[in-house]
Protein backbone atom coordinates (compact mmCIF):
# COMPACT_ATOMS: atom_id res chain seq x y z
CA UNK A 1 0.00 0.00 0.00
CA UNK A 2 1.54 3.29 -1.43
CA UNK A 3 0.47 6.60 -0.82
CA UNK A 4 2.89 7.71 -4.00
CA UNK A 5 0.64 5.25 -6.03
CA UNK A 6 -2.53 5.75 -4.91
CA UNK A 7 -2.92 9.17 -3.91
CA UNK A 8 -4.78 10.00 -1.11
CA UNK A 9 -4.66 7.95 2.72
CA UNK A 10 -8.22 7.14 2.14
CA UNK A 11 -7.30 5.11 -0.41
CA UNK A 12 -4.82 2.99 1.26
CA UNK A 13 -6.56 2.52 3.92
CA UNK A 14 -9.03 1.59 1.39
CA UNK A 15 -6.72 -0.85 -0.19
CA UNK A 16 -5.67 -2.05 3.19
CA UNK A 17 -8.99 -3.06 3.70
CA UNK A 18 -9.23 -4.89 0.83
CA UNK A 19 -5.96 -7.20 1.16
CA UNK A 20 -6.55 -7.61 4.85
CA UNK A 21 -10.29 -9.00 4.09
CA UNK A 22 -8.85 -11.11 1.59
CA UNK A 23 -6.27 -12.33 4.15
CA UNK A 24 -3.27 -11.07 2.56
CA UNK A 25 0.39 -9.61 4.09
CA UNK A 26 0.32 -5.97 3.61
CA UNK A 27 2.77 -3.39 3.96
CA UNK A 28 2.19 0.30 4.42
CA UNK A 29 4.14 2.32 2.47
CA UNK A 30 4.25 5.84 3.57
CA UNK A 31 5.98 8.47 6.30
CA UNK A 32 3.50 8.38 8.98
CA UNK A 33 5.84 10.56 10.96
CA UNK A 34 3.69 11.17 14.39
CA UNK A 35 1.93 8.67 16.46
CA UNK A 36 -1.64 10.10 15.30
CA UNK A 37 -0.82 8.84 11.84
CA UNK A 38 0.29 5.55 12.97
CA UNK A 39 -2.97 5.16 14.40
CA UNK A 40 -5.14 4.56 11.09
CA UNK A 41 -3.57 1.86 10.56
CA UNK A 42 -2.83 0.24 13.84
CA UNK A 43 -6.71 0.69 14.20
CA UNK A 44 -7.85 -1.21 11.55
CA UNK A 45 -5.13 -4.05 12.38
CA UNK A 46 -6.86 -4.17 15.56
CA UNK A 47 -10.57 -4.17 13.49
CA UNK A 48 -9.42 -6.82 11.71
CA UNK A 49 -7.74 -8.90 15.02
CA UNK A 50 -4.42 -9.18 13.59
CA UNK A 51 -2.40 -9.79 16.79
CA UNK A 52 0.08 -6.81 17.81
CA UNK A 53 3.29 -9.17 17.43
CA UNK A 54 2.57 -9.34 13.72
CA UNK A 55 2.72 -6.16 13.55
CA UNK A 56 5.98 -4.16 12.85
CA UNK A 57 6.50 -0.43 12.42
CA UNK A 58 9.94 0.70 10.62
CA UNK A 59 11.34 4.48 10.72
CA UNK A 60 14.19 5.41 8.67
CA UNK A 61 15.91 7.65 10.05
CA UNK A 62 17.82 9.58 6.99
CA UNK A 63 19.52 13.19 7.95
CA UNK A 64 16.64 15.86 6.46
CA UNK A 65 19.61 17.04 3.95
CA UNK A 66 19.48 14.42 2.48
CA UNK A 67 16.00 14.17 1.87
CA UNK A 68 15.59 17.71 0.55
CA UNK A 69 18.50 16.92 -2.00
CA UNK A 70 16.69 13.18 -3.32
CA UNK A 71 12.98 15.47 -3.28
CA UNK A 72 14.45 18.19 -5.37
CA UNK A 73 15.87 15.98 -8.01
CA UNK A 74 13.31 13.46 -8.25
CA UNK A 75 11.64 13.26 -11.98
CA UNK A 76 8.04 12.78 -13.00
CA UNK A 77 6.88 11.95 -9.20
CA UNK A 78 3.22 12.26 -8.29
CA UNK A 79 2.53 13.58 -5.32
CA UNK A 80 6.19 15.74 -4.99
CA UNK A 81 7.83 17.17 -7.80
CA UNK A 82 11.17 18.12 -7.86
CA UNK A 83 11.14 21.40 -6.56
CA UNK A 84 11.36 23.96 -3.83
CA UNK A 85 7.23 23.32 -2.48
CA UNK A 86 8.62 19.76 -1.83
CA UNK A 87 11.50 20.46 0.20
CA UNK A 88 9.28 22.42 2.67
CA UNK A 89 6.84 19.00 2.83
CA UNK A 90 10.02 17.59 3.67
CA UNK A 91 10.99 20.16 6.47
CA UNK A 92 7.46 20.10 7.64
CA UNK A 93 8.33 16.23 8.99
CA UNK A 94 12.02 17.25 10.28
Same mark, same amino acid.
Given at each position: ? $??? =??? #? *????????????????????????????????? @? *?? #???????? $??? =? #??????????????????? $??? #? @???????????????
Amino acid at each position: V $NQD =TLG #T *RDACLANLRSALEAGKRVVVDRCNCTRQQRQHW @L *RM #TREYGIPM $NQV =T #TVWIDVPVQECCRRVTTRH $NHR #T @LAGNASSKRVVLSFA
